[in-house]
Structure formats: structure tokens, C-alpha cells
């Protein structure tokens, strides 16, 4: 990742007691790697990211809010991925985990586009074969407002031909507009797939070959499935032809029902990837 990542981007580094490590960007409060004890990196970082002042980083986990895509008046995917966020401390816990808090506030940037006081903190905690990623916002605005969130999570995998997403059967779900329905058995990623599914009960599977991944979230009821397939990744400059192979984004997200917090009332959603 150090041959991507340049040397100069301010950035925190996890190390777990157990091996597991983590490095999170104050840009953006990214997310860029996550390694279990194995060594082994979990998520997909495009080696053509952009880590530019007002870019969005291409893996990782970008961190979605207040706004989800373009469904409202803000830049796509909201203000939170392009800011600068502050690190307000990590530990290791009792129990040998690695805990990082980062946390964004408002800014004039930030009133620029939604003219509202919030904080937003993200946990990330790393230890075994686990990464927890909680998302904490707090209003400290003195009127109420409405927001959506993602976790944005770019999994790494070997060969997207080769995967396939379980627990999804049944699920209601909208792509670029038009309403579904998830057929029995599990998802296999052939070409696009950019679908939002409403409501989902419970975690996620995403298993290639003999090795699996499970993705929980809690407090996000939606869950976003994304691959842009050969035809899109060839569009975007910040990923390789052949990047959307080895990438899957499976996002905790709230966006089918936004949430509307009152002064002072805060909300938490969080995603939970466990290699199994
Ligand atoms: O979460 C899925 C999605 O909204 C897709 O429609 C796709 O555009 C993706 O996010 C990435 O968006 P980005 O702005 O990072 O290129």
C-alpha cells in the first residue's frame, strides 16, 4: 500500500497487539487498508486513487454523509469524503484491540453546502480477524435536520467472477431507478451492479472459493452493492480497466429512510467485516 499511498498524506496508523493493522486517512477520514494478523489486506485501494485536496479516494472506506449519491442538492456522495477530519485519540483496549477515533465538524466549507453544526466521529476498531466501523453524528445545531450515511466499503477479492454475495434472496432493491427483487440463491456479479437493497435483516456473505468474508451492519438498514463492471471502470481515470475485478463495495448504508436528529440527539450505525 506504501507504493500508493504518498508518503506525505497525514495519516494514522492501527497496530493491533495480535498483527492486525490499519492505516486511516485524516483525509476524508478514510479508512485506506486493513490487514488481519495474517498479514493478509482485506480492502481494495486503487493503485490510481487520487488523494488530492477535494478528491474522493477510490477504495478504502469513504464515508458517505449527509448525503447519499446525487439524491439531494449536495456534491455526490455529500461533504464528508473531501474534508480534512481530526484524530482525537487511539488505545488499546483490555481486550487487545486497536482503537482509533477521528471526527469532522463544521466548517465554512462544509456550511458552504449544508448550512448545519454537526459532529461526526468514526470508530475504527481492528483486533483478530475483525475490523468494526462505527459512525456516530451528533447535532449540535440548534434546529433539527435530515441526513443519509454510508460506509462505503471497498473489499478487496481475488477475481469478481469468482464471488458470490449471500443473504440478499428476496430483498427489495432500486438500480439506477428501476425496482427489483433479488431472486432465490446468491448474487454473482456479472457486469454493472449498482443496487441499493432496502431493509436488510442480516449479514452478508461474500465468499470466493473456499474463503468467506461476513459483512454485519447495525443501525444502517440498507445495504449497497456495487461493481462498475469493464464498461464503467474503463471511464473512471482513478481505477485500472481490470481494478473492478479485485474490488467489491458492500456499504452499510441509510438511505430509504434518512434519519431526522433534533439538537443535541445523536445516531450511530455501524459495520462489522469478519473474515471467517
Ligand atoms: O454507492 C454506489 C455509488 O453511488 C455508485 O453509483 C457509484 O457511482 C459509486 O457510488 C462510486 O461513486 P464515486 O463518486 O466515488 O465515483
Redesign the pocket.
Known amino acids: 500500500m506504501s507504493a500508493i499511498v504518498p508518503d506525505h498524506l497525514p495519516r494514522i496508523r492501527l497496530d493491533a497487539p495480535d498483527g492486525a493493522q490499519a492505516e486511516i486517512a485524516l483525509h476524508g477520514g478514510h479508512v485506506l487498508s486493513w490487514r488481519t494478523p495474517d498479514a493478509r489486506e482485506r480492502l481494495f485501494l486503487s493503485p490510481r486513487a487520487s488523494f488530492d485536496t477535494g478528491a ?1 479516494i ?1 477504495g478504502g472506506v ?1 464515508v ?1 454523509f449527509p448525503q ?2 446525487g439524491l439531494g442538492p449536495l456534491p ?2 455529500g461533504l464528508a469524503r473531501t474534508a480534512t477530519w481530526q484524530h482525537v485519540d487511539s488505545q488499546i483496549t483490555a481486550g487487545g484491540a486497536a482503537v482509533a477515533r477521528l471526527r469532522l465538524t463544521e466548517d465554512e466549507a462544509s456550511r458552504s453546502v449544508w448550512d448545519y453544526a454537526f459532529q461526526l466521529d468514526l470508530i475504527v476498531t481492528i483486533g483478530g480477524s475483525r475490523l468494526d466501523l462505527a459512525l456516530q453524528v451528533t447535532n449540535t445545531d440548534m434546529e433539527a435536520y435530515r441526513f443519509m450515511a ?1 460506509l ?1 466499503t471497498y473489499l478487496a477479492v481475488q477475481a469478481i467472477e469468482d464471488v458470490a454475495v449471500e443473504g440478499l434472496a428476496g430483498l427489495s432493491y432500486r438500480e439506477r431507478g428501476v425496482d427489483g427483487a433479488q431472486p432465490d440463491g446468491a448474487l454473482r456479479i456479472e457486469g454493472e451492479v ?1 443496487r441499493i437493497y432496502w431493509n436488510v435483516p442480516g449479514p452478508l456473505i461474500l465468499r470466493e472459493g473456499a474463503e468467506a468474508v461476513k459483512v454485519a451492519a447495525l443501525g444502517f438498514p440498507d445495504v ?1 452493492v ?1 461493481n ?1 463492471g469493464p464498461a464503467l471502470a474503463a471511464k ?1 481515470p482513478d481505477l485500472d480497466p481490470e481494478g473492478y475485478r479485485r474490488m467489491l ?1 458492500i ?1 452499510a ?1 441509510l438511505i430509504g429512510a434518512p434519519v431526522t436528529l433534533a439538537p443535541g440527539a445523536n445516531w450511530r450505525g455501524t459495520q462489522t467485516i469478519t473474515a471467517l
Request: with cysteine.
Open positions: 474522493a477510490r469513504p458517505i447519499f449519491a455526490k456522495h454510508a462505503h449498482d449497497v456495487w462498475p473512471l463495495c456499504e448504508a
